[in-house]
């Protein structure tokens, strides 16, 4: 079983920065994908940038040239440096998470879940 634990969301002023961390841990052989999604109140779960094991990124068109996504592979860690805040920036911001752990069988996916951390943004 793989857990997250998201850190770094809070209260922001348009055109402020945050940055968001989540570690990965647990019964973890691999990680091969993490990246940050984002859902606003009424809203759908939408994708906002993921990286892979091999440092390849990937953005939102809505958030390229102000938010940068990373990891510390050692750490089985991920961050998503949030620059120029928009109050439509607001959000529950979720990270997940996915690779492979040991199991019976051998190795198995997991796909797993923050529980999510509020970014709020506003004057």
């Known amino acids: 079983q793989v857990q997250l634990a998201e850190s770094g969301g809070g209260l922001v002023q348009p055109g402020g920065s945050l940055r968001l961390s989540c570690a990965a841990s647990?019964?973890?052989?691999?990680?091969?994908?993490m990246g940050w999604y984002r859902q606003g109140p009424g809203k759908q779960r939408d994708f906002v940038a993921t990286i892979t094991s091999d440092g390849s990124t990937s953005y939102a068109d809505s958030v390229k040239g102000r938010f940068t996504i990373s990891r510390d592979n050692g750490k089985n860690t991920v961050y998503l440096q949030m620059d120029s805040l928009k109050p439509e920036d607001a959000a529950v911001y979720y990270c997940?998470?996915?690779?492979?752990?040991?199991?019976?069988?051998?190795?198995?996916?997991?796909?797993?879940w923050g529980q999510g951390t509020q970014v709020t943004v506003s004057s």
């Open positions: 647990g019964r973890i052989l691999s990680i091969s994908f």
């Open positions: 997940n998470t996915r690779g492979l752990s040991p199991s019976t069988y051998g190795p198995a996916n997991f796909n797993s």
